[in-house]
C-alpha cells in the first residue's frame, strides 16, 4: 500500500466551479499535512498545510483533515484556469526525518 | 519568502559523464536540504536527505556511488550524477527548510537530458 495515494484524474471541472481533490494516507501517526501545486515542467510550490482536524481555509482554497479517516482535502472555490496544474498531496510520515512523503498528484483542468 | 535556487536549470550531457547540480538557500541558513527525482507524470520521488557537515541518508534503492551529494555548508548542497545513463534523465528538485525547522521551500528544479 502506497503511503499517500491520490486520484492521479485528470479532474476536469468548468471555470467557477468548485474543484475537489482528495488524499488518503496509510500512516496513522502523521501530523502534518501539506498541498502543493506543480505546473508543467516547474517546481511544487506550496498552497497550503494542515496539522489539526476540521477545515483551514485561505482564500478560494481550503483543506480539510479528517484524521480518524486517515484523509485530507483540497477544495479550489471559483477555479479559474490558471489552477490547472497537477496538485501533490504531501505527508510528514511519523519516524521520518520529516521529509515529506507525495502522492502520485492529480491533474486538474479548469475548462473555460 | 525565502529562496532556494538551483542550478543549472537544465542540462544535457553525453552518456557515461558526470553532472554536478546545485542547491543553495539564498536568505536562509539550512541544516537540512532534500533531493527529489521526478520523472514524467510520475510524483517527487525522495532520494536523499543531506545533513550539512554529515553523510547524507539514501532512501532505498538510491546508489549512493552514483549520486553523491555534498552538503558542505548551511547554504549549499551539490548532487553529482557519476556515470550518467539515459535512464537517468529526470527532473532534479532540491528542498531546504531552515533552522527553525519550519517551511519547506523547493528549488527550480534541475532537468537532465542524459543522450
Known amino acids: 500500500q502506497k503511503e499517500v495515494e491520490q486520484n492521479s484524474g485528470p479532474l476536469s471541472v468548468p471555470e467557477g466551479a468548485i474543484a475537489s481533490l482528495n488524499c488518503t494516507y496509510s500512516d496513522r501517526g502523521s501530523q502534518s499535512f501539506f498541498w502543493y501545486r506543480q505546473y508543467s515542467g516547474k517546481s511544487p510550490e506550496l498552497i497550503m498545510f494542515?496539522?489539526?482536524?476540521g477545515d483551514k481555509e485561505d482564500g478560494r482554497f481550503t483543506a480539510q483533515l479528517n484524521k480518524a479517516s486517515q484523509y485530507v482535502s483540497l477544495l479550489i472555490r471559483d477555479s479559474q484556469p490558471s489552477d490547472s496544474a497537477t496538485y501533490l498531496c504531501?505527508?510528514?510520515?511519523?519516524?521520518?526525518?520529516?521529509?515529506?512523503?507525495f502522492g502520485s498528484g492529480t491533474q486538474l483542468t479548469v475548462l473555460p | 519568502g525565502a529562496v532556494v535556487s538551483q542550478h543549472p536549470s537544465w542540462v544535457i550531457c553525453k552518456s557515461g559523464t558526470s553532472v554536478k547540480i546545485e542547491c543553495r538557500s539564498l536568505?536562509?541558513?539550512?541544516?537540512?536540504m532534500f533531493w527529489y527525482r521526478q520523472f514524467p507524470k510520475q510524483s517527487l520521488m525522495l532520494m536523499a536527505t543531506s545533513n550539512e557537515g554529515s553523510k547524507a541518508t539514501y532512501e532505498q534503492g538510491v546508489e549512493k556511488d552514483k549520486f553523491l551529494i555534498n552538503h558542505a555548508s548551511l547554504t549549499l548542497s551539490t548532487l553529482t550524477v557519476t556515470s550518467a545513463h539515459p535512464e537517468d534523465s529526470s527532473f532534479y528538485i532540491c528542498?531546504?527548510?531552515?533552522?527553525?525547522?519550519?517551511?519547506?521551500?523547493f528549488g527550480e528544479g534541475s532537468r537532465l537530458t542524459v543522450l
Open positions: 494542515i496539522y489539526s482536524n
Open positions: 504531501a505527508v510528514i510520515v511519523s519516524g521520518s526525518a520529516r521529509q515529506l512523503t
Open positions: 536568505d536562509f541558513q539550512a541544516t537540512t
Open positions: 528542498s531546504a527548510r531552515d533552522l527553525s525547522g519550519g517551511e519547506l521551500f
